[in-house]
């Protein structure tokens, strides 16, 4: 592996060869890391040009900057998702510039099989045959969808209060499914405790490295799609603050390797009932954990893992960071779901509910481009949009159809 | 449109210009068309040759031989879905050559999308802004969906005991749906009412000839796929026949256009609940209305609107046609998930399950290549899991872990 040069600790910024450890020794569990790569090899291979004629359509079309080798043989595709600009849904809301990255298309529905991807791959360059996560839903539903297909076992550890459609994708696909009485941080706190005592490989986004790597092909793709060129604003939902991560870091790398000028600016975006990042951005920079309540299961976390990079991700871009209501993603459900056709879950219309608000406050001004990552599936938690959809309910008539046309 | 030749009557066998008729005149709803194209314009482009370097990664690759002209341009993305061969899956059942389509990945989570798409780019062209069905719920929520993104309106109907998981998705999306308090037929009775009454564009599958045309698309992708060849057998599950058709019509236009030399086998697979078409093809050849009882929804069709379509397929491939029960449905979703991480809704693994069973009757052979369409995704009805699947509920304590780990 002479692509990864080191690991550095994101907290004390001690570095370490590749693969000697899963976190900082000294820092512990909060000593996250982040891949460091060879970018004057990298820089050979992965430009634009070469790039455009580039053919595989997925994720792992970016090898030169993931921390594996080789493309997993039996495993589901992933990634290479639409980017879209609908017409209907830049005049709704007054801004051309409007792009929408859809993950809901990925095998699992989420934008987490990127991440699950990279770790997978990485398990079996380890020869492990047990894989393992605590997640919300779509992180466990992307590791048992995964790990089924590229012949790995699973341990999966939900919360309680799980999305039913999640609990029953995960217990098709999964090894063994553990729905834990408590929160999404007592279903994170008993995986970990079990991931080092059995030996599983660790999934949990926040403690491996590997997986933020495989995140940041969501914006490696979406600058591609742009035309090779980078927005003006990366918007997404933030829960343990991985996917913000991940997207920095591909820009990050972007510049590093002379491709983009300047990094586009970041919005994070979380539920008011679950808001420790946004809080901690927007006053002392320490993250208070919380009691999380918001109907968008995915970006429900208190305890958020991965902060520290979050709020590096938001500095280092002169990002923004807002709150919004549910009802304020719950219109967004809606409005994604009439102008465009994308049935997105809670977490995935959060990052356009903040995009709202931001274009409203003059955060964000009406020529600039904008990418919404969508990043998941109104499929894995239908039951959410009840308060506000409207089912006409009519006899087998003709005439009955006709007292509901005007 | 030079491209398209006449359509012809699949009961009388009368034959129109393009365009002027939806069904044929002299046999009513009974007298469904076909597509007939130029076929020797196509063979100038629509060969292995020029298809190998073709980048357009979506359905409308094939353009020459879909009675559009035009690739809408404001549309969620349909097609160039996944065909995926598993090693544990094949070790199993023992089957080597055994191949999935996987269609759970289109942009509302079935194979109804490539019908839809081409059924609004003929809306389009013909300048309606109104599209309406009925449907047991895919077709509905992909003429939703599919429509939304368009920038057309909706009017959807669906039956009483339609899943929740389809019927939220279609109210995200829709302009209007209408729950009729009956069975699918009574849905259908109702919607093929209205759309004559108010002229909106009929996407009614069995109805409109063009439908058929878009889910051809999904056999096209797999010739290609599999390496510019046929394989031995396509099995898929049938509701109203207008998958099966589709598949069928792919194949006779690659064997006209002379890229395969003769043509796949054909088998149709129907729950035992639901099983009209299967019946007749094993006995007289005409339909009997049932009242169709199945957990597969989306093939719970008790009186199949497309069924000439179907029995010609059947009887011009050498095909087979067999009944599976519930019970083999939901273990088929279970093998799928855990071998191979995809999540199938039941009408989806339906035809897994009559692929076991034909292979256990010594219908398809050990050496024989096999591709399973698996039509929809899990998430689309996940509760229907819910008879087979496990899940270990604990307290958060490794020692709860434990006790179920030997």
């Given at each position: 592996m002479g692509k990864v040069n080191r690991l550095v600790c994101v907290k004390c910024g001690k570095t370490y060869p590749f693969g000697a450890y899963i976190t900082c020794p000294a820092c512990g569990l909060e000593g996250i890391l982040d891949v460091e790569?060879?970018?004057?090899?990298?820089?050979?291979?992965?430009?634009?040009?070469?790039?455009?004629?580039?053919?595989?359509?997925?994720?792992?079309?970016?090898?030169e900057i993931l921390p594996v080798d080789e493309v997993p043989s039996q495993m589901l595709r992933v990634g290479w998702t639409p980017l879209y600009r609908f017409d209907r849904l830049s005049e709704a809301v007054g801004?051309?510039?409007?792009?929408?990255?859809?993950?809901?298309?990925?095998?699992?529905?989420?934008?987490?099989?990127?991440?699950?991807?990279?770790?997978?791959?990485?398990?079996?360059?380890?020869?492990?045959s047990t894989v393992a996560c605590a997640s919300t839903g779509n992180a466990a539903s992307s590791l048992a969808v995964l790990a089924a297909s590229a012949g790995l076992s699973s341990y999966i550890?939900?919360?309680?209060?799980?999305?039913?459609?999640?609990?029953?994708?995960?217990?098709?696909?999964?090894?063994?499914?553990?729905?834990?009485?408590?929160?999404?941080?007592?279903?994170?706190?008993?995986?970990?405790?079990?991931?080092?005592?059995?030996?599983?490989?660790?999934?949990?986004?926040?403690?491996?490295?590997?997986?933020?790597?495989?995140?940041?092909?969501?914006?490696?793709?979406?600058?591609?799609?742009?035309?090779?060129?980078?927005?003006?604003?990366?918007?997404?939902?933030?829960?343990?603050?991985?996917?913000?991560?991940?997207?920095?870091?591909?820009?990050?790398?972007?510049?590093?390797?002379g491709e983009i000028p300047h990094l586009p600016r970041l919005?994070?975006?979380?539920?008011?009932?679950?808001?420790?990042?946004?809080?901690a951005f927007n006053s002392s920079g320490e993250v208070s954990p919380v009691r999380a309540r918001t109907i968008a299961d995915s970006i429900r976390v208190g305890k958020p893992?991965?902060?520290?990079?979050?709020?590096?991700?938001?500095?280092?871009?002169?990002?923004?960071?807002?709150?919004?209501?549910?009802?304020?993603?719950?219109d967004s459900i809606s409005l994604l779901g009439h102008r465009c056709g994308i049935f997105a879950e809670p977490a995935g219309a959060a990052g356009f509910a903040g995009f709202l608000k931001a274009r409203k406050a003059g955060i964000i001004s009406a020529d600039e481009t904008v990418?919404?990552?969508?990043?998941?599936?109104?499929?894995?938690?239908?039951?959410?949009?009840?308060?506000?959809?409207?089912?006409?309910e009519i006899e087998a008539s003709e005439d009955a159809v006709e007292q509901h046309l005007s």
């Amino acid at each position: 592996m002479g692509k990864v040069n080191r690991l550095v600790c994101v907290k004390c910024g001690k570095t370490y060869p590749f693969g000697a450890y899963i976190t900082c020794p000294a820092c512990g569990l909060e000593g996250i890391l982040d891949v460091e790569y060879d970018y004057d090899l990298a820089r050979r291979a992965l430009t634009e040009e070469p790039l455009r004629v580039r053919s595989q359509a997925n994720m792992f079309r970016y090898l030169e900057i993931l921390p594996v080798d080789e493309v997993p043989s039996q495993m589901l595709r992933v990634g290479w998702t639409p980017l879209y600009r609908f017409d209907r849904l830049s005049e709704a809301v007054g801004h051309s510039q409007l792009y929408l990255k859809d993950e809901t298309v990925n095998p699992s529905g989420s934008l987490k099989d990127r991440a699950s991807a990279v770790g997978i791959a990485v398990a079996l360059r380890e020869q492990r045959s047990t894989v393992a996560c605590a997640s919300t839903g779509n992180a466990a539903s992307s590791l048992a969808v995964l790990a089924a297909s590229a012949g790995l076992s699973s341990y999966i550890f939900v919360p309680e209060d799980i999305p039913l459609a999640k609990l029953y994708q995960i217990a098709t696909c999964a090894t063994k499914v553990f729905r834990v009485r408590g929160t999404y941080e007592d279903a994170f706190d008993v995986a970990t405790g079990a991931i080092a005592r059995w030996n599983w490989f660790n999934r949990n986004c926040a403690i491996n490295p590997y997986l933020v790597e495989g995140k940041k092909t969501c914006s490696l793709e979406i600058y591609e799609q742009l035309g090779y060129r980078a927005p003006d604003w990366i918007v997404v939902s933030v829960g343990d603050g991985c996917i913000i991560s991940g997207q920095y870091k591909a820009f990050k790398e972007l510049q590093i390797l002379g491709e983009i000028p300047h990094l586009p600016r970041l919005l994070a975006v979380q539920a008011e009932g679950a808001s420790p990042i946004v809080d901690a951005f927007n006053s002392s920079g320490e993250v208070s954990p919380v009691r999380a309540r918001t109907i968008a299961d995915s970006i429900r976390v208190g305890k958020p893992r991965n902060w520290r990079k979050a709020l590096r991700a938001l500095k280092n871009t002169q990002g923004v960071a807002v709150k919004v209501s549910d009802d304020e993603i719950l219109d967004s459900i809606s409005l994604l779901g009439h102008r465009c056709g994308i049935f997105a879950e809670p977490a995935g219309a959060a990052g356009f509910a903040g995009f709202l608000k931001a274009r409203k406050a003059g955060i964000i001004s009406a020529d600039e481009t904008v990418v919404v990552i969508i990043t998941g599936s109104g499929l894995k938690d239908p039951s959410s949009v009840e308060p506000k959809i409207q089912i006409v309910e009519i006899e087998a008539s003709e005439d009955a159809v006709e007292q509901h046309l005007s």
